[in-house]
């Protein structure tokens, strides 16, 4: 505070500046950052080096199960598939699901949690009871019951998830749309006559970003493993896809003579949603208040 | 006498809380003539903000009048508010919570004139934005600055170019400087000085600090749980405060003189309660040393005119009347 | 033996972040005497909590240091006692009334419980005693016996605070540390609770550091008073000396801010410009750049301080300047 | 207080019914015929309706609902269409096993993670905490299946110390309880620290010390006391999660629990043992909801108070 003397020259940063400059000084949510930067290209260069269907299903039985080597980096599987191009195949699998799950369940979660924390009442009661109750069941269950209701498939998959982030967004927006409306200068712009829509827009919404933010971060990160999960358990993504739970499933078949199989795909997402965490940490702390004098 | 701007007629605002109907204000009436300053004074709790804040209409009033330069808005809708906002603006007591953190300096001003469309074109908006910049005593160069660069002095000034971008006729200040440090009370307390005297603006100033208030205001109103309990000229109330409530205000003041013969301060006892499931009875009475059980317990006073312009709301004032 | 209670001498509290250095509190010396009251005045960021917390050593670490001075108390240097020593002084000699009543509070223990805490802990006594004593201590501060087993939330602001004097002053401690402690309280309350502290400071012969910004707190209850500006004491003397003969630039820019001394009508002169950034303290004398009577001289070095007589000392360079006289020479 | 504890009580009965009847819905317009699955391969027409009719399936599905509740309120769930066996009892089998994993797992947990989350926030910024923080960071970004397959790798596959599943006697006990735990304690480390971080910086802390109180009065008697709410909350979300059965640690350990029957009934298309156990898991995770939140009264005043108010 009070940083600006009469006599100096004045450079002044916009709060996303500032959150910027705080985030790449914090080493883990830079290290971060650049992993998922790196997995990203990856997810879209591996589409064009490996051929999905000679080069990830295709069975090669003569060269099934051998462990890491040179010419396998990370082994092949019980198929003779090479481990290697599926983990790298498989990052947009997670990817694409932890991303699309998070998205959909963003835009339902904050128009609904924006409803109720700004017009409060009825609205709210309801929202929020049917929310508490989702939220106090177990995600992995929830989304264990709409797959099997549903059947399974990739896109029935996205569904489940994006119910659960749902849920979660909807309390994250509702509490912090609560805490700005109560703000002044939401009635200072009330005062100067704006209406309604253009306050939510223009003032509300842009000041709950902070935890949405975070949120969001750590929910892919949460999402990719609930996905790995599901496809553990076989009602995830479809055989023979390379997803990383999936995969891990079949390692488990293979446990005592080819533990590799299992040890692989599980590094794979755990870095994954490592980097994903310690970016998510990162914002939490380049946003908090507390952490500005 | 001038012509009066804004009329208030036996204006209530009542709440629902749990623990019952909560009187944040009950019966307030008073008047302002343009160009002049009206004190509101009290403790956190006596309903000055509320009162305020239902002028401008930020809260729906439960009951009485609301008379603006010869229009009743008691009943007006947000959305027929919308042009008498560039009349009557508002100053906000936090100047950390009351400027939107995401906008710059330039915006924060510039937003009043391009709601209102007071201006169009680029250029001349922002010719407009510096010149109330230059008003309020903002450096140009603040321009792109945030908020949460500034220190609170430099953003109440914001405030307060915000108001004055409308040309109002108007403003309410809610403790515009009791989050503010002494000698920056000063300069914002000057600075709106300057501005009434320059623009021919009408304040109705509210704060708990009476010293601020003689210092500023033409009359005084002391409001004590959701009521006036006296009005009067500001040289009158400092000089003849009459109601026991008021002088207990004035002499609870710690003044700074020393060797200096000083009045002899009268402590009041207790605190003040939540003005919840009130009886019809003084709303002072429990901490007033000069009541009357017979009376005070039987009866809420009202406002009597004991000399010209001077009223008291107290019933053992009333008797001796 | 001296007369004095409290003797702080070059007392240097830093505060180091990754932005940069804050220098909180720059070469501080004073002393406070015998069942005396000292006001300790100065605006937001001037260092005045600070200093009060460095007396108790009790200055957050990280990011708080203290880098250099002594802090003698009754005879012993608080900078070099070790935990225990802290741990016995703390609360049974010196205590301390903190600004805010709503947070100062455990809200997850009774009041009793929470004075008496402060008994149990210099005192051997059992829980039934010590728990009698603070109910004692309520009563002395005016509140009912019977609310000794209520939590602070049952409480209003006023009647916190006077929980926190009736802990502060549990042990009878030699000196009281009080932080603001009207501050936060409505006028009237803030009356009774002044008049309570003045009240029982006397009749129980303790000395008082008082911080504030409010001049006409000091007014009411101090013996003397020290400036703060950015970090030093600018101005210290009997509170006669401070009020009648105000001799630094920085405390006539203070009373002349104050609105309740002035006639209607009449302009209040407010300082110039702001606080300095504690990171970036300008050269030389800190309050120059707001300083009508600076001359290039004071933005060169330091003032110390300079005796005018009696106790009174004053730190500005102005007065190297013959006849020197605020609002004399301009 | 009792009178809140009543009403919390009477209040869990319309969520338990519309939770039931939500799920109720969702299985029986979803499941299929179930009189398909459950006739031979090659039933007649005649023999498949005679089914129907025994089940009870021609009735329309909100009066076999009223039906279905009634029969759960003398404990009756119905029968398993592929075991045939009572649904309930079913459930109450397993039941054991799960909450003895489920404390397990969280008694394991709660005692690593509460001291780990002081230690790391009284010492925020120091290696020490960096440390502690690097460990919860692994923990919450790891599968928890996953772990549990390298547990397995390690201890019974490579050191063959412990078996790799099944459920016999303590020792089998201690991998399941091992992998469940670990997830949770990383969030309840996290959570703790977070607590302590927002409770040391309070005034009242500071009062604390200057009363003269040591160190490790003020963190515990002052600090902790305070953080607790949220560190129970936690606590608590997890014993409800394990309690529901922490379906990936039960499959991979084939613990025989509640998860495991739910996950296996589903692929079995076991209408009923679903909706049974599903419903059940809800009844039992409102009770514990309800006693955590009577929990917070025990150590917050304010919230008691505000029970009080609401009883």
Not at chain 2, 209 to 220: A, G, N
Not at chain 3, 190 to 216: C, F, N, P, W, Y
Not at chain 3, 217 to 227: R, T
Request: hydrophobic share 45%; charged share 20%.
């Amino acid at each position: 505070m009070a940083k600006l003397n009469d006599n100096n020259e004045v450079k002044s940063r916009s709060m996303a500046q500032e959150t910027w400059r705080r985030l790449i000084k914090n080493k883990g949510a830079v290290i971060g950052l650049i992993f998922l930067l790196t997995l990203v290209v990856v997810s879209i260069l591996s589409g064009f080096i490996y051929d999905y269907d000679t080069d990830i299903i295709a069975l090669n039985m003569g060269e099934a199960l051998q462990a890491p080597s040179a010419a396998h980096w990370f082994g092949t599987d019980s198929l003779g598939r090479d481990i290697f191009a599926r983990i790298l195949y498989g990052a947009r699998y997670s990817l694409m699901i932890g991303v699309g799950a998070v998205a959909i369940g963003l835009v339902i979660g904050v128009t609904l949690g924006a409803i109720a924390g700004f017009y409060g009442g009825a609205v709210d009661q309801i929202i929020m009871r049917v929310v508490d109750v989702f939220y106090s069941i177990p995600n992995i269950m929830i989304a264990v019951v709409i797959v099997s209701l549903l059947g399974t498939s990739t896109v029935n998959l996205l569904i489940a998830l994006c119910f659960t982030c749902a849920t979660s967004f909807t309390r994250i927006a509702r509490a912090s749309v609560m805490t700005i409306r109560d703000q002044e200068y939401v009635e200072a712009a009330y005062e100067l006559g704006l209406p309604t829509w253009k306050i939510i827009l223009k003032h509300i919404i842009p000041n709950c970003l902070s935890p949405i933010i975070v949120q969001v971060t750590l929910l892919i990160g949460t999402t990719i493993i609930a996905a790995s999960s599901l496809s553990f358990l076989g009602i995830g993504v479809p055989s023979p896809a390379p997803e990383w739970g999936a995969m891990l499933s079949e390692g488990r078949q293979h446990i005592r003579d080819a533990s590799y199989m299992c040890v692989i795909p599980g590094i794979a997402i755990m870095l994954t949603v490592l980097a994903l965490n310690l970016l998510g940490d990162g914002l939490r702390d380049a946003l908090d208040p507390k952490m500005k004098k | 006498m001038g012509k009066i701007l804004l009329e208030v007629d036996n204006l209530t605002k009542f709440f629902n809380t749990p623990s019952g109907q909560l009187h944040a204000v009950d019966g307030v009436s008073f008047q302002i003539e343009e160009g002049k300053t009206l004190g509101i004074v009290g403790e956190s709790g006596c309903g000055k903000s509320t009162t305020g804040r239902s002028i401008l209409k930020l809260i729906e009033p439960t009951g009485g009048k609301i008379i603006f330069d010869g229009k009743d808005i008691t009943n007006y809708s947000r959305r027929q508010m919308r042009p008498l906002r560039t009349e009557m603006q508002m100053i906000f007591q936090d100047p950390f919570s009351s400027l939107d953190p995401r906008q710059s300096v330039m915006q924060l001003i510039s937003e009043p004139i391009i709601e209102h469309k007071l201006l169009s074109g680029k250029a001349e908006i922002e010719k407009r934005t510096l010149e109330l910049m230059e008003t309020v005593g903002l450096a140009k160069r603040l321009m792109n600055s945030y908020p949460h660069e500034l220190d609170g002095g430099r953003r109440q000034r914001i405030g307060v170019a915000r108001a004055l971008a409308v040309n109002p006729k108007l403003i309410v200040c809610d403790e515009p400087v009791s989050a503010l440090d002494v000698s920056i009370q000063a300069q914002i307390l000057n600075l709106l000085e300057d501005l009434q005297k320059d623009l021919g603006l009408t304040y109705i100033f509210i704060t708990h600090d009476l010293s601020v208030v003689k210092y500023f205001s033409d009359d005084i109103a002391v409001m004590y749980m959701g009521q006036m309990v006296e009005k009067a000229p500001s040289d009158e109330i400092f000089a003849n405060p009459t109601h026991p409530y008021t002088k207990a205000l004035l002499s609870a003041i710690p003044i700074p003189t020393i060797g200096k013969e000083k009045p002899v301060r009268q402590l009041i006892r207790g605190e003040i309660t939540s003005p919840v499931n009130l009886p019809d009875e003084c709303r002072f009475f429990g901490r007033c040393d000069v009541c009357d059980e017979a009376i005070c317990k039987k009866c809420n006073p009202t406002l009597v005119e004991i000399s010209p312009k001077h009223f008291v709301a107290c019933n053992k004032i009333a008797m001796k009347e | 033996m001296t007369d004095k209670i409290l003797e702080v001498k070059d007392l240097v509290v830093q505060y180091v972040t990754d932005d940069g250095c804050v220098e909180a509190v720059n070469d501080l010396s004073f002393s406070i005497g015998k069942k005396k009251t000292l006001g300790l005045v100065g605006e937001t960021g001037a260092g005045k909590t600070t200093t009060a917390l460095s007396i108790l050593n009790l200055i957050p670490s990280p990011p708080g240091e203290i880098k250099s001075g002594s802090i003698m108390l009754d005879g012993s240097d608080v900078l070099t006692m070790d935990q225990e020593e802290l741990q016995k002084m703390r609360g049974n000699d010196v205590a301390m009334i903190f600004q805010d009543p709503m947070t100062a509070l455990n809200p997850v223990m009774t009041i009793g419980e929470q004075i008496a805490e402060s008994i149990e802990l210099h005192e051997k006594i059992s829980k039934k005693e010590s728990m009698e004593r603070a109910k004692e201590m309520l009563k002395l501060v005016g509140i009912a016996e019977s609310r000794a087993y209520d939590y602070p939330h049952q409480f209003s602001g006023g009647m916190r605070q006077r929980v926190v004097i009736a802990i502060a002053l549990a042990c009878n401690p030699k000196l009281l540390l009080a932080d603001e402690p009207t501050t936060a309280l409505d006028v009237t309350i803030q009356a009774q609770v002044l008049e309570l502290i003045k009240k029982l400071i006397t009749e129980r012969d303790m000395s008082m550091l008082l911080i504030t910004h409010d001049l006409g707190v000091v007014a009411e209850v101090c013996d003397d008073v020290a400036v703060m500006y950015a970090g030093r004491i600018v101005e210290i003397g009997t509170a006669a000396e401070i009020f009648n003969e105000t001799a630094h630039p920085y405390t006539e820019g203070l009373f002349n801010s104050l609105p309740n001394l002035k006639q209607r009508g009449e302009k209040l002169v407010p300082i110039t410009g702001m606080m300095p950034d504690p990171m970036d303290l300008p050269e030389g004398c800190s309050f120059a750049p707001r300083c009508p009577y600076a001359t290039e001289a004071c933005k060169k070095a330091n003032p110390g301080l300079r005796h005018l007589g009696g106790s009174h000392y004053v730190a500005c360079q102005a007065y190297e300047r013959e006849n020197f006289k605020l609002g004399g020479e301009q | 207080m009792i009178r809140y504890i009543i009403k919390r009580i009477i209040l869990m009965v319309p969520a338990i019914i519309a939770t039931s009847f939500i799920i109720y819905f969702a299985m029986n317009m979803t499941g299929g015929d179930p009189a398909l699955t459950l006739a031979p391969e090659n039933a007649t027409e005649q023999q498949i309706e005679e089914i129907r009719e025994e089940l009870g399936l021609n009735d329309p599905i909100y009066v076999r609902y009223g039906k279905y509740m009634l029969g759960m309120l003398k404990g009756d769930l119905g029968t398993s269409y592929v075991t045939k066996r009572d649904v309930f009892k079913t459930f109450m089998e397993r039941l054991p096993n799960t909450i003895e994993l489920a404390f397990t797992a969280v008694l394991i947990a709660t005692l690593i993670a509460v001291p780990l989350g002081i230690y790391t926030a009284i010492h925020q910024n120091t290696w020490k905490d960096t440390g502690g923080m690097v460990f919860a960071l692994f923990g919450v970004s790891m599968p928890n299946f996953w772990l549990g397959l390298m547990l397995i790798i390690i201890f019974s596959l490579n050191l063959k110390w412990l078996p790799s599943g099944g459920k016999e006697g303590i020792r089998s006990l201690i991998l399941p309880a091992l992998t469940v735990g670990m997830g949770f304690a990383a969030l309840i480390t996290r959570t703790t620290r977070s607590a302590m971080l927002d409770v040391i910086r309070q005034d009242y802390m500071t009062t604390a010390r200057a009363k003269g109180a040591s160190e490790k009065t003020v963190i515990f008697q002052h600090g902790l006391k305070n953080a607790l709410i949220p560190i129970i909350t936690v606590i608590g979300m997890q014993l409800s999660n394990a309690l529901t059965g922490s379906v990936l640690a039960e499959t991979v350990f084939s613990w025989p629990g509640v998860g495991r029957l739910i996950v296996d009934s589903i692929s079995k298309r076991d209408t009923p043992m679903v909706t049974g156990a599903i419903i059940m898991s809800c009844v039992l995770m409102c009770v514990v909801n309800l006693v955590i939140d009577l929990i917070y009264a025990f150590f917050d005043p304010r919230i008691k108070a505000q029970y009080s108010r609401k009883g």
